[in-house]
Each structure stands twice: as C-alpha cells, then as structure tokens.
C-alpha cells in the first residue's frame, strides 16, 4: 500500500475513465504522441489502483496534474509521498484544497480558479455557421506564432500538435486573426481538449471565436467521443462562447507555480 510508479496503460486508463471529463486531459496523455513525456503517480490498496496523478514533461516546465473525485484524503497522502521525486520549479493543475500538500515544501504563487467544461449538447453545434474557416498547418506556424504572440502571449501552444490537423482558423484580408486549437487530441482514446483559442483584440465580439470553436469540435467529433476544455473562472466572455457550443462546467480547480524552498545547513 502507498506510492508507485505506473506504467501500465490499461490499468491507467480504467482508474481515470471512473471520471472521463475530469480526468479529459490525463486520458489523452495516454495516446502515443504524448505518453514518453508522462510519468504516473499511483496508490493502491490490496493490488487495485485507487488514486492518481501525472507529472507532464514538457519542453520548458513540468506540469503536475491531480484531480480528486470526492475524499482527497488518499491523493494527498500521494503526493506528499511524491514531492521529493519532484523538480525543483513546476507548475500545477489541482483541485479542492490539494495546494496545500505543497506549502512546506514549495513557494506557490496562485494563477487563479478554473473551469473544467464539457461537450454535453454538441447538437448545438449544427446550428453555428462555420464559413470561412481554414485547416491551419505546420506552413502556417509563422503566422500563427505571431497571432498568439500579439494576442495570447500566456499560450501554451506547442507546435507538435500541428500534425494532429486539429487547428483551425479565420483570414481576414490574408491575415490570420481567429484561431483553436487542441491541447490533447487522441482517436485511440477517443478524447480531445479544446485549447490555445484567441481573436486579435480589434476582431473581438464578432463571433469569430465560436466559428473558429465550432469547426473545431465538429471535427474532433470525427474521430473522439469526448471533449473538454479548462477555462479561467473569470473569464466570463470566453465562458458564455463555450456555452453556446454546448459546454457545460463539470468541476473547478486551481492552477498554480510551484518553486522548491531553499534548505538552511
């Protein structure tokens, strides 16, 4: 009983699938493209897998992912077993009071309270006019670039997932202005996130945004059964677009920066 490293896909997979749209982001790690940059945390008891959490490897920072289903007791046991395989500076997804585990041990700065959404209506999605929206590609990484950093320079857009074909965007007078994207994409587990969405400031309240979401989904759709999303609790404007695509929230958790505390000799 107590910590172990996971490495088992299956085993995985059942333990997350007990709460899909909870667990969106974590099941679509399991997908080929993302798997060698995972590392998973688990606790069993008597053989069964009973809580989980992953560590993401990406290019610039480690993200952790920990997301409890009722009584966080066990998951935070976990990682508080966990925090010395840690690195030093890392960021974090956690819910309820899971921040907690990490105060002895890491400064923490908070970035705020999330949504977790979910495509619960995509009927909705038929009734969105879709004109003019254009398959991006890894040929238009420079204008893409370019459109997040004037637009979304907080992105976590990482530029692999350009081969997946799952971004997609608007022109105006060929000039890139609308884009979404995908931050998990996995026909094999048939899930995908929604991610990296933005529209230049000056092209705003034009519905670019739930065109450019729209034709998104109605794509994924094709090949995955699930889709979510995480979106700033704040972010009302971004919230009532998701709405009307048919998403509804599923849960909050908070999002934060972990840098690990000098030790005194």
């Known amino acids: 009983m107590g910590l172990e490293l996971l490495s ?9 699938r007990k709460s899909v749209f909870l667990h969106i982001y974590e099941i679509g790690d399991l997908d080929p493209f993302f798997w060698p940059r995972t ?7 008597k053989g069964n897998l ?10 610039n920072i480690a993200t952790i992912l920990a997301f409890s289903d009722g009584n966080p007791k066990k998951l935070k046991y976990l990682l508080k077993e966990a925090i010395p395989l840690l690195p030093r500076s890392l960021y974090a997804h956690l819910s309820d009071d899971l921040v907690n585990v990490f105060e002895n041990d890491f400064s923490v700065e908070s970035h705020g309270l999330h949504d977790k959404m979910a495509l ?3 009927e909705k999605l038929t009734g969105i006019n879709t004109e003019g929206v254009i398959n991006l590609d890894e040929s238009d990484l420079g204008r893409i670039n370019e459109l997040y950093c004037s637009s979304y320079p907080e992105n976590w857009f990482d530029s692999r997932m ?3 074909g799952q971004y997609f965007g608007i022109e105006v ?14 026909p094999e587990f048939k899930v995908a996130s929604l991610g990296n969405v933005t529209t230049k400031p000056e092209f705003r309240g034009l519905g670019m945004g739930t065109k450019v979401c729209a034709k998104l989904c109605q794509e994924l759709l094709k090949n995955v059964n699930s889709i ?3 979106v700033k609790s704040s972010n ?7 709405k009307k695509l048919g998403f509804e929230k599923i849960a909050s958790y908070g999002e934060f920066s972990f840098k690990r505390k000098k030790t005194e000799i």
Request: charged share 20%; aromatic share 12%; net charge negative.
């Open 173 to 186: 007078n060929q000039q890139l202005v609308s884009i979404a994207g995908i931050h998990v994409y996995s």
């Open 236 to 242: 009302a404007t971004a919230i009532v677009c998701y």
């Open 162 to 164: 350009l081969k997946t």
């Open 8 to 16: 088992n896909k299956e085993e995985i997979e059942e333990c997350l």
């Open 228 to 230: 979510g999303l995480n």
């Open 39 to 45: 590392q998973w945390f688990g606790w069993k008891e």
């Open 120 to 122: 619960i209506q995509p």
């Open 50 to 59: 009973k809580e989980i959490f992953l560590r993401y490897n990406g290019e």
